[in-house]
């Protein structure tokens, strides 16, 4: 009885704790992203600022 109960338990922990790590790297995944696009964006507005000079 006590040994099911355990195993239930631990076994809700690791559940957890894998749910808590795939959410840290969405967020890292996210970070990422956005940072990319970020970049992106600041090579396009650099660009277009030469074709515009030129």
């Known amino acids: 009885m006590y040994q099911a109960a355990y195993k ?3 076994m809700t922990n690791v559940h957890l704790k894998t749910e808590h790590l795939l959410y ?4 890292i995944l ?3 992203f956005l940072c990319s ?3 992106f964006l600041k090579i396009v507005r650099d660009i277009s600022k030469k ?3 030129s």
Not at 24 to 27: A, I
Request: hydrophobic letters at 70%.
């Open 51 to 53: 074709v515009w000079s």
């Open 8 to 10: 239930k338990i631990k």
């Open 24 to 27: 840290f790297d969405g967020l």
């Open 37 to 39: 696009i970020a970049l």
């Open 30 to 32: 996210i970070l990422i």
